[in-house]
Every structure is written in structure tokens, then in C-alpha cells.
């Protein structure tokens, strides 16, 4: 039996980050689904935060024995450590910096304008949105592929890392944001448009992939369609 395991939810972005790190290592684990509308009784015993992702670890050597960890950014380098194979955080300090850069602009600005976008009903919020997120896009096309990748495809060039698993959920939930906000990658983002089809043909991505009807139908809760 799998000595890992991970409480997640199918629709959230930050549980698929660690699934799919998860899966890119080949890790054996159980997965938890767990009902974010009705969590089970204990569940912050696991997870403080009452959140989804949470990794607990019974079984193994002492040094990471009934562990629990939090924080889908904190479990999946937790993970590329204790299963060093295949590394998925560049080896030089700088280059290890900058994805951490670019982890932190995935949670702190990227995240939250993807959300207020798909999650306001009001219509100034959603346009204040919208301009920031294409603002973010601009700065990933120009600042990280255009810079960091070289020849691609993954945002460090030819090896893929943490940095791609943090953003690639919310690229796949992309047809949401479309579907109800009117906001298309458009063509534009050439190098963002690469990159999201390399991710999207890997094994691992395959592997725990959802369907655009899904995250459409999965969503509808949060986003009232805007009258035409
Ligand atoms: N910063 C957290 C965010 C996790 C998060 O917000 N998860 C959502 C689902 S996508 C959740 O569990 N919400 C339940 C709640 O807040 O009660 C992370 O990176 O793991």
C-alpha cells in the first residue's frame, strides 16, 4: 500500500499541481477525494488550513515518518526532494531562484487575477481583471519563455520543472475562463501557446487531464454568465 497520500479535490488547480508532480516522479500514493462542501470530520487534523492539496507520509524512514505537509507549493518541493528523480528545480542558486520567482508569481498575481476574473459578478472588477491578467500573460510570453526557455518548450528550455506544474492548471481550466469571461489565449502569446502544448502532451498531464466540459460545467457555480 502507497505510503503517500494526497487529499485533493478534481476541479482545484493547486491539488492538480502536486498530482501532476506526483505523477511525473512515478510516486506510488493514495488519493483522498475529499468533498469541499462537506470535508470529513478530522479533516484539519490533516490539513490545517481546511485546504486541498495536503500530503501526509506514514511508513517511511524516520525522517519523513507520519509527516504532514501543506501548501501546494511546500508539498511539491517537499516531493522533488525526497524523490530527487527526475529533478524538477534547476540545479544552479539562480536558476533555483528564479523559479521560485516565478512560483511566487504564479500564487501572489497571476492566481488571483485568474480568479477574481472567473469568481467577480461585477463587471468593473472582471475588466480591472481581465487587463491584469493579459498583463501577466504579456510578462510569461516576454519575460519567461522569451528569456528563460531558450528554444523551449518548457519555461527552463528543455527540461520541464516545478515552475511548469504551477502554472499548467489553470492553462487547462483555461476554457472556463474563456467559455464564461470571453478571454481566449490568443495568438498572439506564440511561445505561451508552445509551451501549453508541450505540457499538455506529457504523460503525466495526460495521464490525470479533465475535459474543458468538465471545468465549464464544474464552474458555472462561480461564474454567472454575463448577459450578452
Ligand atoms: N495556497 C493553497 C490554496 C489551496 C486552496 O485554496 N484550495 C481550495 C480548493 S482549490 C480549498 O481547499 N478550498 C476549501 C476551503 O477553503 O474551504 C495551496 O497552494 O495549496
Known amino acids: 500500500m502507497a505510503k503517500i497520500k494526497i487529499y485533493s479535490a ?4 493547486y491539488a492538480h499541481r502536486s498530482r501532476l508532480v506526483l505523477q511525473e516522479k512515478g510516486i506510488d500514493f ?12 478530522g479533516f484539519t487534523d490533516i490539513s490545517p488550513y481546511g485546504k486541498v492539496p495536503a500530503m501526509s507520509a506514514t511508513g517511511y524512514a524516520y525522517a519523513h515518518n ?9 508539498i511539491n518541493e517537499y516531493l522533488n526532494e525526497v ?40 463587471i468593473q472588477q472582471q475588466e480591472a481583471a481581465k487587463q491584469e491578467l493579459y498583463k ?35 492553462f487547462e481550466r483555461w476554457a472556463a475562463l474563456k467559455h464564461y469571461r470571453g478571454l481566449a489565449l490568443s495568438e498572439e502569446f506564440t511561445r505561451l501557446r508552445q509551451w501549453k502544448k508541450a505540457l499538455k502532451q506529457r504523460d503525466s498531464v495526460v495521464a490525470i487531464a479533465n475535459s474543458k466540459e468538465l471545468y465549464i460545467e464544474r464552474y458555472a457555480r462561480f461564474a454567472t454568465p454575463v448577459a450578452a
Open 10 to 13: 478534481v476541479v482545484c488547480p
Open 30 to 41: 493514495d488519493l483522498i477525494e475529499i468533498n469541499l462542501q462537506n470535508k470529513p470530520e
Open 66 to 74: 507520519n509527516h504532514r505537509v501543506w501548501e501546494s507549493a511546500v
Open 83 to 122: 524523490f530527487p528523480n527526475p529533478p524538477l528545480l534547476p540545479s544552479s542558486p539562480i536558476a533555483k531562484a528564479q523559479a521560485r520567482i516565478w512560483i511566487d508569481f504564479a500564487n501572489t498575481r497571476f492566481v488571483p487575477a485568474f480568479s477574481t476574473l472567473l469568481r467577480s459578478s461585477d
Open 136 to 170: 501577466h500573460l504579456e510578462f510569461i510570453e516576454n519575460e519567461a519563455l522569451g528569456k528563460l526557455s531558450g528554444n523551449g518548450p518548457y519555461w527552463f528550455g528543455e527540461s520541464v520543472s516545478l515552475v511548469d506544474f504551477t502554472f499548467y492548471p489553470w
